[in-house]
């Protein structure tokens, strides 16, 4: 049973649509990172400029070329996607970081186990009168993950670097 709470409570965890601002994020960044936006996008400058280059009979262009209203609203559009894209980012990068946390503590629980098998059948041996030939890899395969040294030479890796 402990082992389904686990699961459950690593699905939540990796679960970042949780609030109405993730939800958001995510909705725009599925919308502006689309080939059916850029299709839109490219219609929208198509469509602004026919409206404004005298193309169309009896049409008053609002905008006529240079087009200083549409080249300030790409300017306003390229600030709030260049927004988008770093909050994006951003959160891609908490998402990486917590996969990692997990896949290292899933680790770590697998290395436990593995050790306490190798010890039961260590045991086992013993028990059924097997003779042991002093296996010295066995002996430092049955020791126990220290976790502290890892994080301690991962640090020391870093700060060399």
């Not at 990796?14 to 996008?41: E, P, Q, W």
């Amino acid at each position: 049973m402990r082992r389904r709470e686990t699961n459950t409570e690593l699905k939540s965890s990796l679960d970042f649509n949780k609030t109405t601002a993730d939800r958001f994020t995510n909705a725009v960044a599925s919308a502006f990172g689309s080939f059916t936006f850029l299709i839109c996008c490219i219609l929208f400058f198509v469509v602004w400029a026919v409206l404004n280059c005298h193309i169309v009979p009896n049409l008053k262009p609002f905008d006529p070329f240079p087009f200083q209203i549409l080249e300030m609203l790409v300017s306003l559009f390229a600030i709030i996607l260049s927004v988008s894209v770093l909050i994006n980012q951003n959160r891609q990068g908490k998402i990486e970081k917590l996969q990692q946390q997990i896949e290292f503590e899933v680790n770590v629980r697998a290395e436990d186990e593995i050790t306490k098998t190798l010890s039961m059948l260590h045991e086992i041996q013993h028990h059924l009168g097997i003779k042991d030939k002093g296996d010295k890899e066995l002996e430092k395969m049955k020791e126990s993950t220290d976790i502290h040294e890892i994080h301690k030479r991962i640090d020391d890796g870093e700060s060399s670097a």
